[in-house]
Antibody
Framework: EVQLLESGGGLVQPGGSLRLSCAAS????????MNWVRQAPGKGPEWVSL????????YYADSVKGRFTISRDNSKNTLYLQMNRLRVEDTAVYYC???????????????WGQGTLVTVSS | DIVVTQSPDSLAVSLGERATIDCKSS????????????LAWYQQKPGQPPKLLIY???TRASGVPDRFSGSGSGTDFTLTISSLQAEDVAVYYC??????????FGGGTKVEIK
């Protein structure tokens, strides 16, 4: 059974940093691209970042480029999102999401975690 | 960037009746290389993450009831619930995953029971 478990969310002041983790199990982690998607309260999902399974290629939304860094440790089956210089508008539930097709990028997401809440406020 | 626009924002449908949601892209999502439309549909219920319903515009994901269907090509797409059930009350999102980021979601359509 595929499982994705996010952790690391919390309350942080503007300008602060957080590191999110997503522990994956139930599939060959290294074969799949992984994504972070966030959802602000009452809003729709917003794609944040993507990392390929094999060569570690990364992609970012313009809204987080230069502030967030996505990474993965295939030996630990874990996805990360380092978030620096956080802003109030980064407040959201952050989901990790697994792409549905192996050995590619930019596929739909067949599994999502339950999310971790990041609140940026003074 | 490619913009994906959904309509309506919300709709109320009687149990057993048809619900139709539209999604329009500012650029074609049809990739001529493989003749596939890079569009997905998700269902989100309160307090839950989105759930994949449809991909390649018309392929149902595993376990999705056949009352859900997707259609369309290029820039215009539709999600149809042929006979609305109580458990279908949710917000529905389209997402384009064509070719390059950002992987844009539509604004969502809230489906309720009339």
């Amino acid at each position: 059974e595929v499982q994705l478990l996010e952790s690391g969310g919390g309350l942080v002041q503007p300008g602060g940093s957080l590191r999110l983790s997503c522990a994956a199990s139930g599939f060959t982690f290294s074969s799949y691209a992984m994504n972070w998607v966030r959802q602000a309260p009452g809003k729709g999902p917003e794609w944040v970042s993507l990392i390929s399974g094999s060569d570690g290629s990364t992609y970012y939304a313009d809204s987080v480029k230069g502030r967030f860094t996505i990474s993965r440790d295939n030996s630990k089956n874990t996805l990360y999102l380092q978030m620096n210089r956080l802003r109030v508008e980064d407040t959201a539930v952050y989901y990790c999401a697994k792409e549905a097709q192996p050995d590619t990028v930019m596929a739909p997401y067949d599994y999502w975690g339950q999310g971790t809440l990041v609140t940026v406020s003074s | 960037d490619i913009v994906v626009t959904q309509s309506p924002d919300s709709l109320a449908v009687s149990l057993g009746e048809r619900a139709t949601i539209d999604c329009k892209s500012s650029q074609s999502l049809l990739y001529n290389y493989n003749n596939k439309n890079y569009l997905a549909w998700y269902q989100q219920k309160p307090g839950q993450p989105p759930k994949l319903l449809i991909y390649w515009a018309s392929t149902r994901a595993s376990g999705v009831p056949d009352r859900f269907s997707g259609s369309g090509s290029g820039t215009d797409f539709t999600l149809t619930i042929s006979s609305l059930q109580a458990e279908d009350v949710a917000v529905y999102y389209c997402q384009r995953y064509y070719h390059s980021p950002p992987l844009t979601f539509g604004g969502g359509t809230k489906v309720e029971i009339k």
